[in-house]
């Protein structure tokens, strides 16, 4: 029974992150299904662990225990609630592991791998990585929640076992790749940069456009305003947010491209000063080509990352988000030189 309180005790750190999740949930357009895997997570647990006896405890379990508990507790250390929520099924898998040893965790870790494709903002990082719709992400996320159902089934049936040794160097890989494959995004830290738009900018004439409904609708606690500028046979369209109290109104441009029916075939950081980048995407539907710079800033700093965005942003802070894009009628290059004259002409707004 002591065993058993100690791994219900184990779930607490991913209860206090509820209020998050619910919220992701109900307002992110990513996350918005990532509580089935919750749900599913529960029944797979129990048909996991029928018949199972929990053994000594194995002290090899601190290992991911430790660090689990310490990336959990401290978000303040990484500021990325998504890693929060990850570490907290973390600490459930390993005081199961610790108390259980490895043999009966090994059986709930399936269920662990459910729960972690509920991670907010799982699904974005997947169509990132896959370069495919968010849709297409959601049917991988289901997909593998099936294998894992599969792969308990085949525990029940075989006597087939992943040691140890392996699933820390298999985890250990993974998370270096996603570090390797993230830290410019998540902790670069470029000058503030907030432009004031006007009808003129450099030899760019321009006016304001009235945003739709939809547009006021998606940003209903932020300040959204859009622009047009042109130059001869150039066209730049703007798209200027200052963010609201809900982050979750705020997605990854490639996302609402993708969303939108788009093609998106590159999105990588440019930097265009030491201390200032952008994200470019590079995108097609139907005869229409365009490329896209976006970033993030505040009064203290920019970042050219939607990840880097999410890391800093606190509700009450002042954020902005800017997105200006052109058509592609010639080469990548030159479109990149037009987008590059444009924001050298930007002045920046006066702080009052």
């Not at 990513?30 to 749900?39: H, K, N, P, S, V």
């Not at 029940?156 to 790749?177: C, N, Y």
């Not at 998540?186 to 456009?209: Q, V």
Request: glycine share 6%; with cysteine; hydrophobic share 45%.
């Amino acid at each position: 029974m002591i065993k058993v309180f100690f791994m219900l005790l184990s779930f607490l750190p991913l209860c206090l992150h509820s209020p998050y999740l619910l919220q992701a949930w109900r307002s992110s357009r990513l996350d918005r299904w990532d509580w089935i895997f919750y749900l599913t997570a529960i029944p797979a647990a129990v048909w996991a662990l029928r018949k199972v006896k929990t053994g000594k405890l194995d002290f090899y379990a601190l290992f991911l225990l430790l660090p689990s508990l310490f990336l959990t507790a401290f978000p303040s250390f990484h500021h990325i609630h998504a890693l929060s929520v990850a570490s907290a099924v973390g600490v459930i898998f390993s005081a199961v592991w610790l108390l259980g040893a490895w043999p009966f965790a090994y059986r709930l870790l399936p269920a662990a791998v459910i729960l972690l494709l509920g991670t907010p903002s799982s699904s974005y990082q997947l169509s990132l990585l896959m370069m495919c719709p968010v849709w297409a992400a959601w049917a991988v996320k289901f997909f593998l929640a099936v294998l894992c159902l599969v792969w308990i089934e085949c525990n029940q049936r075989f006597s087939v076992q992943i040691k140890r040794g392996t699933l820390f160097f298999s985890a250990a890989v993974l998370m270096t790749g996603f570090i390797l494959l993230h830290t410019r995004e998540l902790y670069f830290e470029g000058k503030s940069f907030i432009p004031e738009f006007g009808t003129r900018c450099g030899g760019f004439w321009g006016r304001r456009m009235e945003p739709d409904g939809n547009t006021k609708r998606f940003f209903a606690t932020g300040n959204v305003q859009q622009y047009r500028y042109t130059k001869n046979n150039t066209d730049i369209s703007v798209l200027a947010v200052r963010c609201g109290r809900n982050i979750h109104e705020i997605h990854p441009a490639s996302h609402c491209l993708r969303t939108g029916f788009w093609t998106v075939f590159s999105e990588k950081i440019l930097y265009l000063q030491e201390d200032f980048a952008v994200t470019e995407i590079n995108a097609r539907k139907g005869d229409s080509h365009i490329l896209v710079w976006v970033w993030y800033s505040s009064e203290r700093f920019s970042t050219p990352g939607f990840l880097g965005f999410r890391r800093h942003f606190k509700p009450g802070g002042i954020y902005y988000t800017y997105q200006i894009s052109i058509p592609l009628n010639g080469s990548d290059e030159a479109g990149r030189k037009e987008l590059k004259s444009f924001v050298q002409t930007l002045k920046r707004k006066k702080r009052p």
